[in-house]
């Protein structure tokens, strides 16, 4: 028995499904999980020592690649500090200035640890501020598993055809309205009906967890005028955005300022960290100030700031995002080459370093339900193919693809080569 297999059965008795994170267990796809022994750069090596590109990135936190040489050196030395006080530490309060000096939407800034938590936490700050009891989300968009949230959400959820989680009452979730992306409608009859009664609206503005849902920016502008005229607040959640489109991510982008925005993923530099963020007015309804409470025994943890810092000064540097954008065109125009007078099983899109493989045109699939329910088994032998010629594409054919600034063209040459492979 193989050292992998081994240890994947003795998962199995360990941790349910035989993992922590339900996506990770390759229900989706055929195979079992792989257990990373090691990663640099671009690539990670498994039990065995075989060698994958990787293009899921740990979800997206690894925009630097794997073991960033100046993250690495930071994050030895925060460690070698104390790895908790507890306490506030120099990191904390650095990484806060530089989110706010990036984001339109951020003069102040809670740190938690991840982004379930930061979607959560801002959502009682919504709540408390506005006096409102009523979210609103849209279907297709996750923002981690806390109860209110688990509606009609994407990710490892729509891998296992779950509309919602057992264990979350219905009384917790009456208070969620749920809409279509790219419904304006829809989005103009539910305000009239129930905007004044609105806490806030959270959205992905650009949702990146059941495929890649490109918004178009009519929508998320009617988004904002409506949340603003009803008195409600408006939350992007940028766990998967922040800092990948730009400095101040999709806000920036769309050149549209929310209320409330959170984060998770890059700003932790993989460690786990997350955040949320809005105007000081708004912000200041946060104990010790206001009456919302909120609070983390390892909130704003030095060693995780020291890599959420170190990865912004890196991207900020290296002017990150010219370089990610240019290799996801290298990947959209090599595809299109190397596919010209031929059929791909699906089409690629791409918004900068994220990339996806849809099954339909891409200006076709702007909401969950746009997809046809059976897209995943297509996925299946793409997935299975590439991972024999070592390049790792996610298990699941909703979750996103993540580029990083460690890739090189050579990398993405060869994943242009292995797609294209299946134009006929
Ligand atoms: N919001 C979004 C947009 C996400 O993509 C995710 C995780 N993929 C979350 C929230 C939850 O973050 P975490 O897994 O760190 O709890």
């Given at each position: 028995?193989?050292?992998?297999?081994?240890?994947?059965s003795?998962?199995?008795?360990?941790l349910?499904?035989?993992?922590?994170?339900?996506?990770?267990?390759?229900?989706?796809?055929?195979?079992d999980?792989?257990?990373?022994?090691q990663?640099?750069?671009?690539?990670?090596?498994?039990?065995?020592?075989?060698?994958?590109?990787?293009?899921?990135?740990?979800?997206?936190?690894?925009?630097?690649?794997?073991?960033?040489?100046?993250?690495?050196?930071?994050?030895?030395?925060?460690?070698?500090?104390?790895?908790?006080?507890?306490?506030?530490?120099?990191?904390?309060?650095?990484?806060?200035?530089?989110?706010?000096?990036?984001?339109?939407?951020?003069?102040?800034?809670?740190?938690?640890?991840?982004?379930?938590?930061?979607?959560?936490?801002?959502?009682?700050?919504?709540?408390?501020?506005?006096?409102?009891?009523r979210?609103?989300?849209?279907?297709?968009?996750?923002?981690?598993?806390?109860?209110?949230?688990?509606?009609?959400?994407?990710?490892?959820?729509?891998?296992?055809?779950?509309?919602?989680?057992?264990?979350?009452?219905?009384?917790?979730?009456?208070l969620?309205?749920?809409?279509?992306?790219?419904?304006?409608?829809?989005?103009?009859?539910?305000?009239?009906?129930?905007?004044?009664?609105?806490?806030?609206?959270?959205?992905?503005?650009?949702?990146?967890?059941?495929?890649?849902?490109?918004?178009?920016?009519?929508?998320?502008?009617?988004?904002?005028?409506?949340?603003?005229?009803?008195?409600?607040?408006?939350?992007?959640?940028?766990?998967?955005?922040?800092?990948?489109?730009?400095?101040?991510?999709?806000?920036?982008?769309?050149?549209?300022?929310?209320?409330?925005?959170?984060?998770?993923?890059?700003?932790?530099?993989?460690?786990?960290?997350?955040?949320?963020?809005?105007?000081?007015?708004?912000?200041?309804?946060l104990?010790?100030?206001?009456?919302?409470?909120?609070?983390?025994?390892?909130?704003?943890?030095?060693?995780?700031?020291?890599?959420?810092l170190?990865?912004?000064?890196?991207?900020?540097?290296?002017?990150?995002?010219?370089?990610?954008?240019?290799?996801?065109?290298?990947?959209?125009?090599?595809?299109?080459?190397?596919?010209?007078?031929?059929?791909?099983?699906?089409?690629?899109?791409?918004?900068?370093?994220?990339?996806?493989?849809?099954?339909?045109?891409?200006?076709?699939?702007?909401?969950?339900?746009?997809?046809?329910?059976?897209?995943?088994?297509?996925?299946?032998?793409?997935?299975?193919?590439?991972?024999?010629?070592?390049?790792?594409?996610?298990?699941?054919?909703?979750?996103?693809?993540?580029?990083?600034t460690?890739?090189?063209?050579?990398?993405?040459?060869?994943?242009?080569?292995?797609?294209a492979?299946?134009?006929?």
């Open positions: 028995m193989s050292l992998a297999t081994d240890l994947w003795r998962a199995l008795h360990a349910p499904g035989g993992v922590s994170s339900p996506v990770r267990a390759f229900q989706a796809v055929d195979g999980p792989i257990f990373y022994r990663g640099q750069g671009s690539r990670f090596e498994d039990l065995e020592g075989r060698s994958y590109l990787d293009f899921v990135m740990s979800w997206g936190p690894l925009i630097l690649g794997h073991a960033h040489p100046t993250v690495v050196e930071v994050v030895q030395a925060a460690v070698a500090r104390g790895m908790s006080f507890g306490a506030p530490c120099e990191d904390e309060v650095e990484l806060a200035e530089k989110v706010r000096d990036w984001h339109p939407a951020v003069e102040k800034l809670r740190f938690v640890s991840s982004g379930t938590e930061a979607v959560m936490s801002a959502i009682r700050l919504a709540r408390g501020a506005t006096g409102r009891d979210i609103l989300k849209f279907s297709g968009c996750y923002h981690g598993h806390s109860d209110a949230l688990l509606v009609a959400a994407g990710s490892g959820l729509v891998t296992f055809g779950e509309p919602a989680s057992a264990g979350v009452p219905a009384d917790f979730t009456h969620t309205s749920v809409l279509q992306l790219d419904d304006d409608a829809a989005l103009e009859a539910f305000f009239a009906e129930k905007g004044d009664e609105l806490a806030v609206a959270v959205i992905e503005p650009l949702p990146a967890n059941n495929g890649l849902l490109v918004q178009r920016k009519a929508f998320l502008l009617k988004l904002r005028e409506l949340t603003e005229k009803h008195g409600a607040l408006l939350l992007f959640d940028e766990v998967i955005s922040g800092f990948r489109l730009g400095k101040g991510g999709a806000s920036e982008a769309y050149e549209i300022t929310p209320d409330l925005v959170t984060f998770g993923k890059i700003m932790g530099g993989g460690m786990p960290v997350g955040a949320f963020g809005g105007s000081q007015a708004l912000m200041d309804h104990a010790p100030l206001g009456p919302v409470y909120q609070a983390g025994t390892l909130s704003g943890n030095p060693v995780a700031m020291a890599a959420g170190a990865t912004l000064e890196v991207l900020e540097g290296q002017d990150a995002w010219t370089r990610l954008e240019s290799l996801g065109q290298r990947l959209e125009q090599g595809l299109a080459q190397k596919s010209a007078g031929k059929e791909l099983p699906f089409h690629l899109v791409r918004v900068g370093s994220l990339f996806w493989l849809a099954p339909r045109d891409p200006e076709t699939v702007r909401s969950a339900e746009a997809l046809p329910s059976d897209f995943g088994e297509a996925y299946r032998p793409i997935h299975g193919a590439l991972l024999e010629q070592g390049i790792y594409l996610a298990p699941s054919a909703y979750e996103v693809g993540f580029l990083s460690a890739h090189s063209e050579q990398d993405v040459d060869r994943l242009v080569t292995a797609l492979a299946f134009a006929h």
